[in-house]
């Protein structure tokens, strides 16, 4: 098999992969860039961050590559038309739409003419999304990590339903780790895929080194479900915070509004980012259900040549049968 170029609006992306969008500054301007510099998509996710930060990580990106860059902004924060307004400014080339559902941004997006692709995990939201003018969707299974629009559904399950039912590129996401997860994601009809994960442990993630140590560790029965105040599911690596939060224990913690609607059973922004820091005790630290198969830590473009060659001997496999 061939791996197809990625077309979202007027954007062709040689590889079709996508980088996860993974905030608190997770994914910022230097993993974006090594992920656009090999032929994906490389995204900042920038839920949690002032507006020049923001800027400035758009930047540092446009300095690091040519590449397509985008964002990735969470809908139930309070600045979300803010942040993707922001970097529309910048010249940000697509904006993804996570953790929520919202019609303002198709608006915004068209009037500059910047893809918007969103999240979604039925037919009922990717014709919609379809609808109101999204240049893509990204169709998210129970397999993946953070916010969650299903706990039930395998992404392999989802795909070839949602790519009948749209003329918009379907991008499969949620426990693609190896090429051999990417080839079945396509063969069952996605256009492209994108992996959180596999590039959160990266030597370019900018999350901490004892964070990276701490997914290194990580093994099946630590990967678990929380409630987020956002209102929806979440995956999580397990810690004595998601222990205290799944057993009620409310911390306490200053409400800094960041979020539109919001349970106030922890401050999400503050947790995520104490564990991007390295506090793996009392932080939150999202993962994807398959984080136990990654056994190390490598660059951006040592997981795309893995990525690539594995492909290329299953190629090579089918050829021989």
């Given at each position: 098999m061939k791996l197809p170029e990625l077309k979202i609006g007027n954007l062709v992306a040689k590889i079709p992969i996508i980088q996860g969008g993974m905030a608190v500054r997770?994914?910022?301007?230097?993993?974006?860039?090594?992920v656009a510099e090999n032929g994906g998509i490389g995204m900042i996710a920038g839920s949690g961050m002032p507006f020049d930060e923001l800027r400035n990580e758009i930047r540092l990106a446009r300095s690091l590559t040519k590449g397509i860059i985008g964002v990735n902004v969470m809908v139930a924060a309070r600045e979300f038309k803010a942040l993707v307004k922001?970097?529309?400014?910048?010249?940000?080339?697509?904006?993804?739409?996570?953790?929520?559902?919202?019609?303002?941004?198709?608006?915004?997006?068209?009037?500059?003419?910047?893809?918007?692709?969103?999240?979604?995990?039925?037919?009922?939201?990717?014709?919609?999304?379809?609808?109101?003018?999204?240049?893509?969707?990204?169709?998210?299974?129970?397999?993946?990590?953070?916010?969650?629009?299903?706990?039930?559904?395998?992404?392999?399950?989802?795909?070839?339903?949602?790519?009948?039912?749209?003329?918009?590129?379907?991008?499969?996401?949620?426990?693609?780790?190896?090429?051999?997860?990417?080839?079945?994601?396509?063969?069952?009809?996605?256009?492209?895929?994108?992996?959180?994960?596999?590039?959160?442990?990266?030597?370019?993630s900018n999350a901490s080194s004892s964070l990276k140590d701490f997914y290194l560790k990580a093994k099946k029965d630590d990967v678990v479900l929380i409630n987020s105040p956002v209102g929806l599911p979440g995956r999580a690596l397990k810690n004595p915070f998601v222990e205290e939060i799944n057993e009620g224990i409310i911390p306490s913690e200053v409400c800094k509004s960041c979020l539109k609607h919001c349970s106030h059973s922890f401050c999400i922004i503050s947790a995520l980012s104490r564990a991007q820091q390295g506090d793996v005790d009392t932080g939150l630290v999202f993962t994807g259900e398959y984080i136990y198969k990654i056994k190390e830590i490598l660059s951006v473009k040592e997981i795309f040549n893995k990525l690539l060659k594995e492909i290329e001997s299953i190629n090579t496999l089918s050829v021989c049968m």
């Open positions: 997770i994914s910022t301007s230097r993993l974006a860039a090594a922001t970097a529309i400014e910048e010249g940000i080339d697509l904006v993804v739409a996570g953790a929520g559902f919202s019609r303002d941004v198709f608006a915004i997006g068209k009037e500059s003419n910047t893809p918007i692709v969103t999240m979604a995990s039925s037919i009922k939201a990717a014709k919609l999304s379809e609808k109101l003018g999204a240049s893509a969707v990204v169709i998210e299974g129970k397999e993946a990590g953070g916010h969650l629009g299903t706990t039930n559904h395998s992404i392999k399950d989802l795909i070839a339903d949602i790519k009948n039912a749209v003329h918009i590129p379907v991008i499969g996401a949620g426990g693609i780790i190896t090429g051999n997860d990417i080839a079945e994601t396509l063969m069952v009809g996605a256009d492209g895929v994108q992996m959180g994960t596999r590039f959160a442990m990266s030597r370019e």
